[in-house]
């Protein structure tokens, strides 16, 4: 008699989203020391064939199935959308507008994918899930005033934008092709997509590896095995069993983790704003977590009523019929 297997424990996806919002603040501060060495194609190329790499062993091992059909396009697209084109615009990006600027930006993402998973994947609007967004974009508006240097342009404004919304898509994408496969075969195989399309950068990437100090490959090389391989696979976990809305509110942690890990890593201190700005962005998470408030007893007898009203119990009174109608 074969034991059937045990749900996993609650908190998972809850701890799965924290690994995941840890490693992508810490590739915040890699690109910093990177980004002097690397132009933005030839980044988004190392990392990704680092991290597809790592999770090509880790599927070999495991011998994952790979999807077909529907499901297989999806993840497709969500990779060439999200880790190709996301990564390559974002990395360009910052080279036009300063730091607080991207992050005001681009953190219109989590916004979007709420509004869309609520009207095209059918999540609805709670109450504590928009509240908590509102506070959380407070706060990275106000790290972003505290950051800002003034360093922006145009072209760094519209690709910042563009990478919101890719986010937003590939997001919404990878939670339908969740539906018809496991988070493994989902982050392997998006994370090769983006890698064929940022292909076309290989001569860049290799005449920069010659010349780069080797601290900034291996600053690749970290940000292709955590925030890529290791971060992305425990988003997947997570999406896999949360709401899409919910999920993406969590990133709102990674501009505070990453004003803090550049105070304990980098020693510099953040202004206080950035403080009041990085508790805002963990409140508004916290908010998002929140239980559904209980219906209250009147409003459970006032749905019981209305139940009874529309299927007709067997406690309902008869009432009277318009003329050519027979009573129900």
């Not at 404004?157 to 990878?174: I, N, T």
């Not at 953040?270 to 209980?294: F, N, Q, S, Y």
């Not at 219906?295 to 139940?307: F, L, M, T, V, W």
Request: net charge positive; charged share 10%; with cysteine.
């Amino acid at each position: 008699m074969s034991v059937p297997a045990r749900p996993p424990a609650a908190g998972l996806p809850l701890a799965a989203a924290g690994v995941t919002m840890l490693f992508w603040a810490s590739a915040f501060i890699a690109i910093r020391s990177v980004g002097e060495h690397y132009s933005p194609g030839a980044m988004a190329l190392g990392r990704l064939v680092v991290g597809g790499v790592v999770l090509t062993m880790v599927a070999a091992v495991r011998r994952v199935q790979i999807p077909r059909g529907r499901t297989l396009w999806l993840v497709i697209a969500y990779g060439v959308l999200w880790f190709g084109l996301y990564t390559v615009s974002l990395n360009t990006a910052e080279r036009h507008v300063d730091a607080g600027t991207a992050a005001m930006l681009v953190n219109l993402g989590p916004i979007l994918i709420a509004v869309l998973a609520g009207v095209f994947l059918r999540e609805g609007f709670p109450r504590g899930l928009v509240t908590g967004l509102v506070i959380a974009f407070a706060g990275v508006l106000t790290i972003g005033l505290a950051t800002s240097t003034g360093q922006r342009d145009t072209t760094g404004v519209l690709l910042a934008l563009a990478s919101a919304g890719l986010y937003a898509v590939g997001v919404l994408l990878q939670k339908q092709a969740l539906a018809g496969t496991q988070p493994l075969p989902a982050t392997w195989l998006g994370c090769l997509a983006g890698a064929v399309v940022c292909l076309p950068f290989t001569p860049t990437l290799v005449r920069e590896v010659a010349h780069a100090p080797a601290a900034a490959t291996l600053g690749i090389v970290y940000m292709g095995l955590f925030p890529t391989a290791i971060a992305f696979l425990t988003w997947s976990y997570a999406l896999s069993r949360t709401s899409a809305g919910r999920l993406a509110t969590s990133s709102y942690v990674v501009p505070a983790l990453a004003v803090l890990l550049s105070w304990l890593l980098l020693g510099e201190a953040p202004v206080p704003l950035a403080l009041v700005g990085g508790a805002l962005c963990l409140a508004g998470v916290a908010v998002t977590r929140l239980p559904a408030r209980p219906k209250s007893h009147e409003d459970k007898a006032g749905q019981d009523r209305a139940q009874v009203g529309d299927h007709g119990g067997q406690q309902e009174q008869p009432r009277l019929a318009p003329a050519g109608e027979q009573p129900q």
